[in-house]
């Protein structure tokens, strides 16, 4: 069973990254909400806008921090990013060809990437940056 967002620690420890991290899930949580039989179906493109819009910002800022801070794992990191925002530009590409309601695997990979994501590679970035004192 999905947990709603308030439940799910989305924190890594740094401050510019953890808001960001919240921005995303309450974009993620207002498709879900739009995707809603009695809700209006246009909102889905434009919040799939928002979330592209917001993870692209991130992962730059993500960047470069990992840069200037000389982070060891960024190559992969990087990697990961590029093959998320591929993933979500299918997605936006999809919809927008087709003007179709977001499904809910749409939804649930949405969900799952950004959890996972954080969980992963941005925690360890963070628990990284902590360890070295880089904050």
Not at 40 to 55: I, R, V, W
Not at 92 to 116: K, Q, T, V, Y
Not at 121 to 132: F, I, K, R, S, V
């Amino acid at each position: 069973m999905e947990q709603s967002n308030e439940h799910i620690n989305l924190n890594v420890g740094v401050r510019i990254l953890d808001r960001d991290h919240r921005q995303m899930a309450e974009v993620i949580h207002e498709l879900k909400a739009a995707t809603q039989p009695d809700r209006d179906q246009s909102l889905t493109g434009l919040l799939l806008h928002k979330l592209a819009l917001f993870t692209r910002n991130h992962f730059a800022i993500e960047e470069e921090m990992m840069q200037t801070t000389r982070y060891p794992g960024m190559a992969v990191h990087r990697l990961n990013h590029r093959y998320l925002m591929s993933k979500l530009g299918a997605l936006i590409a999809h919809h927008d060809r087709r003007d179709l309601p977001l499904a809910s695997s749409s939804l649930s990979f949405l969900h799952e990437w950004h959890i996972g994501h954080v969980h992963s590679d941005d925690l360890h970035y963070g628990l990284w940056l902590n360890a070295m004192g880089k904050l």
